[in-house]
């Protein structure tokens, strides 16, 4: 099975501010990897699927790169409602495979 | 809109069974492979088990399989996870989850709202 790697664990960030989240794969997976936002006590959102193309709705301040090994989740400018946790999923090959998370919250 | 939701979650003793279903709607649905998805408390996402549009081929995460069984009924438009033997690392909140890709794995879009199973005696 495929191991996704998330760093860093936590993020302490002000409102306004630039951040990214790092993904690393164990073993290639191409462009298949999708993000994933998640509030407390909801389940969780898509963001971007295919390392960089953003799901209906979700704003241009979110931003994917990366393919291969190496993925990056950027925010341009935090906002109020960005807190919380951040998953990567691997969907190359059964088993798909989820990262531990970041959890970005309020400085 | 595209709809997924859970039910049946609730406290099992170990080794119990449990019957979980996921109600669709919104989308064809015997076209896309439907996923269970599990989440305890504090931790990341885990998949569990997915099964295809027509329901003949299925597939489970290795940590359940030969004890849950994942199944579906076309024309109601519904999803099941028979856990049986339950142990206490199952403990997790249950998420229903349509996949997007026809043919392959993909990404999971929506997930519902969850069900929670908690195995203690």
């Known amino acids: 099975e495929i191991v996704m790697t998330q760093s860093p664990a936590t993020l302490s960030l002000s409102p306004g501010e630039r951040a990214t989240v790092s993904c690393r794969a164990s073993q290639s997976v191409g462009s298949n990897l999708a993000w994933y936002h998640q509030k407390s006590g909801q389940s969780p959102r898509l963001l971007i699927y295919g390392a960089s193309t953003r799901a209906t709705g979700i704003p241009a301040r979110f931003s994917g790169s990366g393919s291969g090994t190496e993925f990056t989740l950027t925010f341009s400018s935090l906002q109020s409602e960005d807190f919380g946790d951040y998953y990567c999923?691997?969907?190359?090959?059964?088993?798909?495979?989820f990262g531990g998370g970041t959890k970005v919250q309020i400085k | 809109e595209v709809l997924v939701v859970e039910s049946g979650g609730g406290l099992v003793q170990p080794g119990g069974s449990l019957r979980l279903s996921c109600a669709a709607s919104?989308?064809?649905?015997?076209?896309?492979?439907m996923n269970w998805v599990r989440q305890a408390a504090g931790k990341g996402p885990e998949w569990v088990s997915g099964?295809?549009?027509?329901?003949?081929?299925?597939f489970y995460a290795d940590s359940v399989k030969g004890r849950f069984t994942i199944s579906r009924d076309n024309s109601k438009e519904m999803v099941y996870l028979q856990m049986d033997g339950v142990r206490d690392d199952d403990t997790a909140v249950y998420y229903c989850?349509?996949?997007?890709?026809?043919?392959?794995?993909?990404?999971?879009?929506?997930w519902g709202q969850g069900t929670l199973v908690t195995v203690s005696s």
């Open positions: 919104g989308f064809t649905f015997n076209t896309y492979v």
């Open positions: 999923q691997q969907y190359n090959d059964w088993p798909v495979t």
């Open positions: 099964i295809s549009g027509s329901g003949r081929r299925t």
């Open positions: 989850a349509k996949d997007t890709r026809i043919g392959a794995p993909g990404w999971f879009d929506p």
